[in-house]
């Protein structure tokens, strides 16, 4: 199979894993902090794939790798949080401090509008699997892609 085919692929499943992840927010399952964070390096990777379209040159699929992989490893840390075994950003977590963080205005405020939703709590899962642990490991299967396309001929 050809390079450009492959970061096509790549870029396509990047694809499919981010419009999954705006299918279940359409569904009510409001993303977290670090599901946006794992949400950029599938945008990056899509826009590889335009780039590989037309120049399907061996730094394009490097670089597709690195954003599968960054997204992977993100997905790997909060599904971590998520299971306790480890601490989560402040910000997002239920070890943070509490309301310290906000205004005497921010607690009075009625018009917010969306609640903060915690990164240390599971909303969804398959198979003991939350939508982090899921995109872990189908990020990491982009990776193999990726490099398969770093690896083979250029058309």
């Given at each position: 199979m050809s390079r450009r085919s492959l970061i096509l692929i790549a870029a396509g499943g990047?694809?499919?894993?981010?419009?999954?992840?705006?299918?279940?927010?359409?569904l009510g399952y409001a993303p977290c902090q670090?599901?946006?964070?794992?949400?950029?390096?599938?945008?990056?990777a899509i826009v590889l794939g335009a780039v590989g379209a037309?120049?399907?040159?061996?730094?394009?699929?490097?670089?597709?790798?690195?954003?599968?992989?960054t997204t992977g490893a993100i997905g790997v840390f909060h599904a971590g949080v998520e299971w306790k075994?480890?601490?989560?950003?402040?910000?997002?977590?239920?070890?943070?401090?509490?309301?310290?963080?906000?205004?005497?205005?921010?607690?009075?405020?009625?018009?917010i509008s969306e609640t903060l939703v915690m990164c240390d709590e599971i909303v969804w899962q398959f198979l003991g699997l939350s939508m982090a642990g899921w995109?872990?490991?189908?990020s990491f299967a982009l990776v193999a892609v990726w490099i398969a396309a770093w690896r083979a001929r250029p058309v």
């Open positions: 990047s694809f499919a894993l981010l419009a999954g992840a705006f299918m279940f927010q359409a670090m599901c946006l964070w794992q949400r950029w390096p599938h945008a990056g037309f120049a399907p040159l061996a730094a394009v699929a490097v670089l597709g790798a690195l954003a599968a992989f075994l480890w601490q989560g950003p402040s910000s997002c977590s239920g070890g943070a401090g509490g309301l310290s963080g906000l205004s005497g205005s921010d607690l009075l405020s009625t018009d995109n872990a490991v189908f």
